[in-house]
């Protein structure tokens, strides 16, 4: 065990463990009464009253240096210079009162050429460990200057919050110029991941960096042959980037180089709901000594966990080194894509399941981020409702999505890659009518569309939409590939695809589209 009393810049009083190994951290966890050892080994922890991200809480400091880079709005909230420091200097002295602090040192970015050093200060034992897994964990960051600083306060609650400038006890700031987060009264260890994320998203476009919130793998048999898969919660990004015939480069947050595509953080973050080893089997496995099981049900006598429970949240979840997937690409850097794959589970049962989007489709669909909140998922939800999130990643970017979207363009026209929107939602009519896509079709079409064969297919364009569905696929019946030819009634088509058009062009409507981005879009 190492200790410290001084963290760069900063110094505490206090003891602080730099730098742990797993199993140390995991017995610091279990002597704490931080958490308990699952029956398969891993490290099992609630996470409070906060099982999920408070975006809410979420604010930016507000500076002349960053203000007109910044898509100021319900994600990007300001916050005073003035309240950033108070609320930092109230985290550190409530840090220094702990007994003992924990340090991680890391990297964010397997391509050397771009990582950034991530120092994180933490009052749990596993809230470092978790750090251990999903940022990239090489001795050498404990040497090098830090880049993001992280400071996890997270039993600290703001009594008196709008004397901070904030609207509740709880509060994540983070200052671009100054590289730091500061989280308070929130134990979920995912905001210092996707604090990390938002850093990059900021940070990465300034040196040629395209950052991207997808999964990546590659071909095993050709290096070059790299597919990305873009997609909200629930559209199959997990379940298609993990393939037993292509190495994982990563499950979720990637940026695209110069150089070719690389991971940002060097461990995986899935969710646990309904996992079975049939199903998953690789998350499954991954799941062991020195991963990290959150706010999942244990079985009191066995400690086995209960996948299927949703008693403390539906967002159970679990992190674990990447290399805990067999043959995942370690480092995780790849080549230049070939393919990019936007999935949407269009629950209205009218976008077709696959179609090769044209340029400035690319751009338009890629801004509207579209895919489907279904009936009982969520309280007041009655039916399927459009879910829209710029760039298929919208509480992470801190600037205007136009601005990924033409770095997507950029890369795509530089390396002749092709971009698809696969829908795993529903054909012949809407969620409670129609069925959803099987995932023998769906893996159909990603064969087809990673062996290069979809590409030599004969297109034909919808009315509505103007998408370019494919004439035939291999492995899916050919009257799947038409969505109004699936309806019983193809008039009732004609209406739902017409209301889901009214909604891409109201949701579009809240951004600066380039003319001919806009123009992509569907005929209402």
């Known amino acids: 065990m190492s200790t410290a009393t001084s963290t760069d810049e900063l110094t505490f009083t206090t003891t602080v463990h730099a730098n742990l190994t797993t199993a140390r951290l995991v017995e610091e966890a279990l002597k704490r009464g931080e958490g308990v050892l699952a029956a398969n080994g891993a490290l099992a922890v609630d996470t409070g009253d906060r099982t999920g991200r408070s975006p809410k809480d979420k604010y930016l400091e507000d500076t002349p240096g960053v203000h007109d880079s910044i ?100 509060a994540i700031v983070q200052s671009l110029e100054q590289k730091k987060v500061v989280i308070i009264g929130t134990e979920y260890a995912g905001e210092m991941k996707k604090s990390i994320f938002y850093a990059m998203n900021y940070d990465m476009p300034d040196v040629d960096v395209f950052p991207m919130h997808c999964s990546a793998n590659v071909a095993a048999d050709d290096p070059s042959n790299v597919a990305l ?18 190495p994982l480069i990563g499950d979720d947050e990637h940026g695209w180089s110069d150089n070719g595509v690389f991971n940002f953080e060097g461990g995986c973050y899935a969710k646990c709901i309904k996992l079975t080893e049939e199903g998953e089997p690789q998350i499954w496995n991954a799941i062991r000594f020195g991963s990290v099981l959150e706010n999942t049900d244990l079985c009191p006598s066995t400690r086995v966990p209960d996948y299927d429970s949703a008693i403390k949240t539906e967002n159970t979840r679990v992190t674990y080194p990447v290399d805990y997937i067999p043959g995942a690409l370690v480092p995780s850097v790849g080549g230049h894509p070939k393919n990019v794959v936007f999935l949407t589970a269009d629950a209205f049962g009218v976008l077709p399941p696959v179609a090769k989007l044209t340029r400035e489709q690319a751009m338009y669909y890629f801004v509207n981020g579209y895919t489907s909140k279904l009936a009982g998922t969520e309280a007041g939800v009655t039916e399927p409702t459009p879910n829209f999130s710029p760039c298929f990643g919208g509480p992470f970017l801190p600037r205007p999505a136009m601005v990924y979207a033409r770095w997507l363009a950029q890369r795509v026209e530089e390396h002749d890659a092709d971009v698809w929107l696969l829908n795993t939602g529903w054909t012949g009519g809407p969620y409670g009518v129609g069925n959803r896509f099987s995932l023998t079709w769906t893996r159909a079409f990603v064969t087809a569309i990673l062996d290069g064969s979809l590409r030599e297919a004969t297109w034909t364009p919808d009315e509505i939409f103007g998408l370019l569905t494919p004439d035939a696929c291999n492995g899916v019946p050919s009257e799947v590939l038409v969505p109004r030819n699936t309806w019983a009634d193809g008039t009732k088509w004609d209406a739902a695809a017409m209301d889901l058009a009214s909604r891409f062009r109201a949701n579009d409507a809240r951004y600066e589209l380039d003319d001919e981005v806009r123009a992509a879009g569907p005929n209402v």
């Not at 997609?231 to 037993?244: E, R």
């Open 71 to 170: 898509d100021w709005g319900a994600v990007n909230q300001p916050i005073s210079p003035e309240n950033f420091a108070r609320l930092e200097a109230l985290a550190l002295e409530h840090l220094d009162r702990q007994p003992v602090l924990y340090r991680f040192d890391g990297w964010c970015g397997a391509d050397p050429e771009h990582r950034l050093c991530v120092l994180a200060i933490t009052e749990f034992a596993w809230h470092a460990l978790f750090a251990k897994t999903l940022f990239i964990d090489e001795a050498d960051a404990a040497e090098a200057p830090t880049d993001w600083t992280i400071l996890n306060a997270s039993t600290l609650r703001l009594h008196d919050p709008a004397a901070y400038g904030v609207k509740g006890p709880v």
């Open 229 to 246: 898969f873009f997609g909200l919660s629930g559209t199959g990004k997990t379940t298609l980037s993990a393939d037993p015939d292509r």
